[in-house]
């Protein structure tokens, strides 16, 4: 369809391998699959041991095996065991079971779909109170949730409680302000945390329930977060908080959209952004929205990344024999938070996805521990034109008048070859004429700049290491103290 020359290819294998067709069932699992069938099959009859059955697998290590049990229950009266959810004491288990419970409950608001993104009750001003079973029965919930202790809490057990709490104010109504204070009053020191996905959630809960403190912790992070993803995140939640702003940070706030704007997104990209600005705009008063000014409308210069663009001093020009040297010791006692701070300091989000964030540019770096060594990672990031992988080499086209263009050519179409020359601008393609070209070689020279450790310190360095080998996971051993 491009009118380029392709090819058609027969492939044969010779060998001394079986070819005989293999067996489409795959083994791994086959037990979990087994079990997940066997409580799947509890859904569909009037089985009166079916809660007993189900309940030992509320807390399995398989979510899909813990899901088909808490669907188990929740094809049961709920009186058969809500009191037997209110009162259990694995922490697994207990957030399955809650979840089942509160899921028995139609939604506070018939004919509309609230979730917790919509605008909090107005607290200040009092919420009424509804039904008194759902009351109780919220109470309950809450009380059952905030008995967990949360320092023993995994990363993922943290965002089911925040998740079930919410879902608790959705079906069973909003808290009273005595269980909003309570809650705030357990939160405190919380926010943030190394983990993006448990920041998302405390933020959208910190804000439902119009914290304080909510506006000082949340754009405080907003600010340094090193990727689009998670800065559109916090954003939107911020749109509903109405307590705790200063005009400073209403300032970085909306100083924060004038340059999302500038960001690389899809069609409706743009709309979006604008109508959470535009949303946000509505909480302000007449004298803010005065002092704030063109802010408010402001729009970017041009297409931007959501890598900060604070300049940081150089430190040094490593070598791999002092970083090979550093590493001799093992990684252990790193901090994750601050080596996913540096991948946003490196500007590694701007061409590499890392746990679902990031650019596309280049590799996905997730698998890296389980393809490359550390000193491997090391030199990739110190001597990137040291080996260079097919996939992702440049190359080097001399054209007839003298022009001489560098990159990956992304795209055929006729008599025109599409070259990419940015990897921090990949929409910017340069065209040349392949009718013009006198010479096209393969570039020695990688695309990713050399350098890049360069404005990082040694702990720095091996903090980064780490969160690269980490796969995004803040609990590796890698990182306790």
Known sequence: GRRVQSGLYRVRYRGDESTAEASGHQQRGAELRKLRNELEALHATDNPQAVDVAWPHLKHSDRFVRYAARVTLEHRPVGEWQARALAEQDPQASLTALLALVRQYPRTERGQEPDIDTPAPNFAEGVAEGDPERAKLRSAVLTALQQLNWQTLTTQQKIELLRVMGLTFLRLGPPTEGEREEILAAGKGLFPTPSYALNSELAEMLIYLQSPDAAKLVVGLLVESPTQEEQIDLAKSLRHLRVGWTLELRRQYFTWFARALGYRGGASFNTFLTRLRDEAVATLNDDEKVALGELLTQQPAGEVTAVSSTPRPFVKKWEMPELVAAIEGGLTGRDFARGRKMFGAANCFACHRFDNQGGSVGPDLTILSGRFSPRDILESIVEP?????????????????????????????????????NMLDPGALVGVDRKQIEEMLPSKVSMMPAGLLDTLDREEILDLLAYLLSRGNPEHPMFRK
């Open 385 to 421: 034109s040291k080996q260079i992988s097919d996939q992702y080499g440049s190359v080097q086209i001399i054209t007839q008048d003298g022009k001489v263009v560098v990159g990956r050519i992304v795209n055929l179409a006729g008599d025109s070859y599409q070259v990419q020359t």
